[in-house]
């Protein structure tokens, strides 16, 4: 009983229980973008993980398509198999948090004793992870990263060919450089 009882306090001590968790993306995901974060549009989006500062692929996307920082975010367009399609792309942060029981528990002890909490800033943490959803239509408007276009396949293969530019690029002229070879 005695180690039983040990067990359940150590457990109650060093756990942190989580309210929220963010996912966790390897390489990239098609999801549907509203079901990933709710401010979205219901298509398909291209996911993954930002590990660049904050509107990044922004001076990336209006370097590598020479758009003089006018509609960089919506509808820039692009062309696979002479075909123009037109992307759009959305930066958000989803976030793992957690409910800390060991600031609880001291601040209760110090609470029974007359003295004031210490660690209420301790209570919860937050950890957030910035993702790219980047999503495709064309001149009709049509979701072109749904199961059933039939050019997915291409779309997605594009799109990863600029996540991995992207990421490899520290130096956005290189991508101008490229542009005009």
Not at 150 to 160: D, E, G, P, S, V
Request: glycine share 4%.
């Amino acid at each position: 009983m005695r180690q039983f009882l040990f067990g359940i306090i150590s457990l109650f001590l060093f756990s942190c229980i989580p309210i929220r968790i963010a996912p966790v993306i390897k390489t990239d995901k098609l999801v549907i973008a509203k079901r990933f974060k709710r401010d979205l549009p219901r298509k398909y989006g291209f996911v993954f993980e930002d590990p660049k500062d904050a509107n990044e692929f922004y001076k990336f996307i209006n370097a590598k398509y020479n758009l003089g920082f006018v509609d960089v975010a919506s509808n820039v367009p692009f062309l696979i198999d002479n075909k123009r399609y037109f992307l759009s792309f959305y930066e958000r942060e989803r976030v793992t948090k957690t409910i800390n029981v060991i600031p609880i528990a001291i601040d209760a002890g110090l609470e029974s004793k007359g003295n004031s909490p210490i660690l209420e800033d301790a209570y919860t943490s937050r950890f957030g992870q910035w993702y790219l959803v980047l999503i495709v239509t064309d001149n009709e408007l049509t979701d072109c990263l749904n199961p059933n276009y039939t050019n997915q396949a291409r779309i997605i293969a594009h799109l990863r060919s600029l996540k991995e530019e992207y990421l490899t690029t520290h130096n956005y002229m290189e991508t101008v450089l490229k542009r005009n070879d």
